[in-house]
């Protein structure tokens, strides 16, 4: 009788220990929601009252990867962590360790391809701009990520535009269009191939790209 009353308050433990990791969960999200939706400063950064909700999504998602590191939420936890991280506009270093972390101890988390993608971003943020187009080169091989390959050839389109490697842009959103017609990054292509000439102020060409965008069906509202 008493080992059935022993086995009947650690299953009732268990119980309100995983209803109260849930409910970190949840208030984690609804800050990160929260800051997202705050609009950025003059500067283009994060305004005060995003970087608190920011913080408090952090300082949850570390309860919950302290308390419990091996629950069904840790890696979503970790994830969000290093989003949060990431977007609060002053931790770049912080948020690369952890979308490393991510990437080493949850392999088969399906945050994994987005924190690839991120991490490409972090390392340009740190001005490591040849790690970012390693992570992503390295990312654009691997068939496990072929569904996520054209988001990846997009972010090496912009980076190389924004180093004004122009013709290697060129390459990757010639490879986007051939290879990936029927994704949305497809369409986003067009723009980037229009910007790209632009840049390079061949303008002749540039109007020719976005006169090919407008064309499109089913062209997004902000493309």
Known sequence: MKSMKLIILCLVLLLIV???????????????????ARPLT??????SQAVTDYTKTIQKCGYILTERPRSKQADDALYLMARALYYK???????????????RIYPDSPS????????????????????????LE????????????????????????????????QYWLEKI???????????????LFGKNYYEQKDYESSLREFEKLSNLRRISKEL
Not at 122 to 134: G, L, S, W, Y
């Open 89 to 103: 506009g002053n931790s770049s270093f912080q948020a690369k360790e952890q979308f490393e972390n991510l990437i």
């Open 138 to 169: 390295e990312f654009i091989r691997n068939p496990r990520f072929k569904d996520h390959h054209a988001r990846a050839l997009l972010i090496l389109a912009d980076f190389e535009i924004k180093d004004k490697d122009f013709y290697r842009a």
């Open 42 to 47: 003059a500067t283009g950064r994060p305004s």
């Open 177 to 191: 269009l051939s290879d990936y017609s029927h994704t949305k990054e497809h369409n986003e292509a067009f723009f």
């Open 112 to 135: 994994i391809p987005e924190s690839y993608i991120y991490l490409a971003k972090v390392n340009r943020d740190i001005n490591r701009n040849k790690d970012a187009e390693k992570v």
């Open 18 to 36: 995983a209803c109260g990791i849930d409910n970190t969960m949840y208030n984690a999200k609804k800050y990160f929601r929260e800051a997202q």
